[in-house]
């Protein structure tokens, strides 16, 4: 998927008039791109509106006009945007109430490459990119931004897979699995398949 270009960044002004219609082409997207994996998870599969959409947003809200700072937010956020072979997930740990969060985090260190993307006789795990960098080892963040890596014949098996696509948390301290609805499933097919 390609990289968005400063060139298609639309400036602070001009994006606040345009707003509204954005916002409703990224509610249906989402709508079909986000999931439920269980009582405390969701996971979102990012597209290059959703992604071009949080830069947007970030402009609207910290009134972004400097260049340096929006540099900053594509090298930033281009980092969703998936690379060849590869679908790109938000995970979101999501418990309200912020004692009990803390507290499931501590037992969820290395979520990050547990998630499974299950289809046929194939097994993809996810990884998070930068992960070398500093990290608490005795929490882990509620928001991740996974990869989901294909190989070649896991592309292929993929794009034309017709059954269930299950996608799985498989920690050592907590498991569940989530079938994706068809909607879902035939979009990542079409989108793997460009």
Do not use: C
Not at 32 to 44: H, T, W
Not at 105 to 126: A, D, M, P, Q
Request: aromatic content about 10%; charged content about 30%; glycine content about 4%.
């Amino acid at each position: 998927m390609k990289k968005i270009a400063r060139n298609e960044l639309l400036p602070y002004r001009e994006y606040v008039q345009v707003f509204e219609k954005f916002l409703q082409r990224v509610i249906a997207e989402k709508k079909v791109r986000r999931f439920p994996l269980n009582d405390r998870m969701s996971g979102l599969f990012e597209t290059r509106l959703t992604v071009w959409f949080q830069i947007q947003e970030m402009i609207r809200a910290e009134e972004i006009e400097r260049e340096e700072y929006l540099k900053e937010m594509l090298d930033v956020y281009n980092d969703l945007i998936p690379g060849d072979n590869e679908l790109s997930m938000t995970l979101f740990i999501e418990i309200p109430n912020q004692d009990e969060l803390r507290a499931f985090n501590k037992t969820v260190i290395g979520i990050e490459n547990k998630i499974e993307l299950r289809f046929g006789n194939h097994v993809v795990v996810s990884y998070e990119p930068g992960e070398d960098e500093e990290e608490d080892e005795n929490y882990t963040q509620s928001v991740h931004y996974l990869r989901i890596p294909f190989t070649e014949e896991q592309r292929e098996a993929f794009i034309s897979y017709e059954g269930d696509v299950v996608v799985a948390v498989h920690h050592e301290n907590f498991s569940s699995t989530t079938t994706l609805a068809p909607e879902l499933v035939a979009s990542l097919q079409k989108e793997l398949a460009v």
